[in-house]
């Protein structure tokens, strides 16, 4: 039997095919596949055809499969992915979830935890009691309060501003600039072509104005820890113990100390924040092991990050 677990993003889909003891057989990463994004077709293109990168010669049949997919919160994203996928794969069992339901996989634990994803996108989800509780995650075009896509717009609309006379100087106009190769306002038609992927990929700048302590870039990135924080409580609110554990994951969180500190800050002392002890996508693997009665344990995952970060 093979295990095949896919992450699957608005930035980034990435896929492991494994054996029951945490060696990686195959890797793979392709182009984000939120059906939100591209449609259930795309999506399910993308998908797919990484499946069939990492898979290779392998049956389906003696394969089983967990998909975490963002945007798959959606009932009918969910059920009509599921169709085109299971159309054209018949695996030995086959799981569709959410991408957040990966970061709780991960964690090996039934206990009362906490999700904050921020990557592109930024939602958290806690569960209680074998029951999951959402707050925020509503797309770009309405929410996603202190994601990568938040970040990397104020910055752009912060330089623009400065471009018109209307805001004050910030080091993110060098910056910008220096990454744009020509001044911003004559790049507008590839801003908006790239979409939501292309302005969260501005939002490094403003952890480096951060660095070069632009005041600017702190008051960016303290909004965009006070929405986090929201999030967090939001989420949080039926979890009755003492102390919250919450798990932090995505790119924009992930070796960014001081933007995590400032989270922190945001929060009182029954708050218990760390890092995700695994990439998401030993999230699906381990459901996937699940799924054939394989108990996943801290040796397999040990095993898992040795091959995944070689």
Not at 241 to 260: E, H, M, P, Q, Y
Request: charged share 25%; hydrophobic share 35%.
């Amino acid at each position: 039997m093979y295990y095949l677990g896919i992450d699957g993003g608005g930035t980034k889909t990435e896929a492991v095919l494994c054996d029951n003891t945490g060696h990686i057989l195959n890797r793979r990463t392709t182009v984000g596949s939120n059906p939100n994004d591209l449609v259930i077709e795309l999506s399910g293109k993308v998908i797919c055809r990484l499946v069939s990168d990492v898979l290779g010669d392998i049956p389906p049949e003696n394969v089983s499969a967990v998909f975490g997919i963002a945007g798959c919160y959606d009932s009918n994203n969910n059920a009509d992915l599921f169709a085109y996928i299971t159309d054209r794969y018949k695996f030995y069992s086959f799981k569709l979830c959410p991408d957040v339901w990966n970061v709780f996989f991960s964690e090996l634990t039934d206990a009362d935890i906490c999700m904050l994803i921020c990557g592109t996108g930024s939602v958290a989800f806690a569960r209680v009691n074998g029951k999951y509780y959402r707050a925020g995650g509503w797309g770009h075009l309405i929410d996603d309060a202190g994601s990568g896509y938040d970040i990397g717009r104020k910055a752009l609309c912060a330089v623009l501003r400065e471009t018109d006379g209307r805001g004050e100087h910030t080091l993110l106009t060098e910056l910008v600039q220096s990454r744009l190769h020509k001044p911003p306002e004559k790049c507008i038609h590839e801003l908006y072509k790239g979409g939501k992927k292309e302005i969260a990929s501005f939002a490094p700048l403003v952890f480096s104005g951060l660095n070069k302590r632009d005041k600017f870039c702190e008051k960016i990135l303290l909004d965009a820890a006070h929405e986090l924080s929201l999030l967090i409580t939001a989420a949080c609110k039926n979890i009755e113990s003492d102390t919250k554990r919450v798990i932090l994951c995505g790119g924009i969180l992930k070796g960014n100390k001081a933007f995590a500190e400032m989270l922190r800050s945001q929060l009182d002392e029954t708050y218990q924040l760390e890092l995700s002890s695994a990439p998401p996508v030993f999230g699906s693997y381990a459901e996937s092991l699940r799924q054939t009665g394989v108990i996943p344990n801290d040796k397999i995952k040990e095993t898992f990050l040795e091959n995944y970060n070689k």
